[in-house]
C-alpha cells in the first residue's frame, strides 16, 4: 500500500546544513510536499516539487527528488534555532489523499 | 490571510460522552479533511469531504463519523469516546481550483484527552 517513511530525529548545530531524507512507495505520485509543524500550531507548506522535475531551490531550502529510488530530500542551509520543528514529507497520490510521514523532529543547537 | 479554524485547543473529556470537534474555513475550498496525529505515527486520515453533504472514509474511521452540512464547516463526531482516541485531532482544507500542488491549510489542531 502507500506509505511514507522518515526519520524520526535529526539534530544540528546553528548554522550547518540540515537534511531531512523521506522515502514513498507510490510510484504514480504527482506532488511531494514538505510541511512544517511549529510548537502548538497546524502544519504550514514549506515546499513542493512536481514529480517529473529532479530539483527544486527556494532561497535557503532545496529539495531533491531521485524517483527512480522514490527518495526526497530537504536540505535547509544555514540552519537557525527558528528551524527548529516537526517536518513532515507527504506525497499526493490519486483522487484526494495526501499520504504523510511519520515527521522528522529537527532539533537545532545554538 | 487564509484561515481554517477549530473550536477548541484542548478539550478533556470522559469515556462514552459524545464529542463534537468543529472545523471551520474561510477560502471557500471544496476539500476538507480531519486526520490525528500522534507520536511516531504522523497524520492519519480520518474522514475527508469533498463537497456539502459528501463524505470519505480515510485510513482509520472506526469510532468517528463526520458531518458536512455546509461548505464552510465540518464536523468530526465521536459517538461515544474512548481513551485511545485521545491524540491530537488537525482540520485541513484544499481546493482544486488553487495552485496545481493542491496545497492542504491545516488549523492549528485540537488536543483531545479521554479520561
Known amino acids: 500500500g502507500e506509505d511514507v517513511e522518515q526519520s524520526l530525529f535529526l539534530s544540528v548545530r546553528e548554522g550547518d546544513s540540515s537534511v531531512i531524507n523521506c522515502t514513498y512507495t507510490d510510484s504514480s505520485s504527482t506532488y511531494l510536499y514538505w510541511y512544517k509543524q511549529e510548537p502548538g500550531a497546524g502544519l504550514q507548506l514549506l515546499t513542493y516539487i512536481f514529480s517529473n522535475m529532479d530539483m527544486k531551490q527556494d532561497q535557503r531550502l532545496t529539495v531533491l527528488l531521485n524517483k527512480k529510488d522514490k527518495h526526497l530530500s530537504l536540505r535547509i542551509a544555514d540552519t537557525q534555532t527558528g528551524d527548529s520543528a516537526i517536518y513532515f514529507c507527504?506525497?499526493?497520490?490519486?483522487?484526494?489523499?495526501?499520504?504523510f510521514g511519520a515527521g522528522t523532529r529537527l532539533f537545532v543547537k545554538a | 490571510d487564509v484561515k481554517v479554524t477549530q473550536s477548541s485547543r484542548y478539550l478533556v473529556k470522559r469515556t462514552g460522552e459524545k464529542v463534537f470537534l468543529e472545523c471551520v474555513q474561510d477560502?471557500?475550498?471544496?476539500?476538507m479533511f480531519w486526520y490525528r496525529q500522534d507520536p511516531g505515527l504522523g497524520l492519519r486520515l480520518i474522514y475527508f469531504s469533498y463537497d456539502v453533504k459528501m463524505k470519505e472514509k480515510g485510513d482509520i474511521p472506526e469510532g468517528y463519523s463526520v458531518s458536512r452540512e455546509k461548505k464552510e464547516r465540518f464536523s468530526l463526531i465521536l459517538e461515544s469516546a474512548s481513551t485511545n482516541q485521545t491524540s491530537m485531532y488537525l482540520c485541513?482544507?484544499?481546493?482544486?481550483?488553487?495552485?496545481?500542488?493542491?496545497?492542504?491549510?491545516f488549523g492549528p489542531g485540537t488536543r483531545l484527552t479521554v479520561l
Open positions: 485541513a482544507s484544499s481546493s482544486p481550483r488553487d495552485r496545481g500542488d493542491n496545497e492542504q491549510f
Open positions: 477560502m471557500d475550498h471544496e476539500n
Open positions: 507527504a506525497e499526493k497520490t490519486g483522487g484526494f489523499k495526501t499520504i
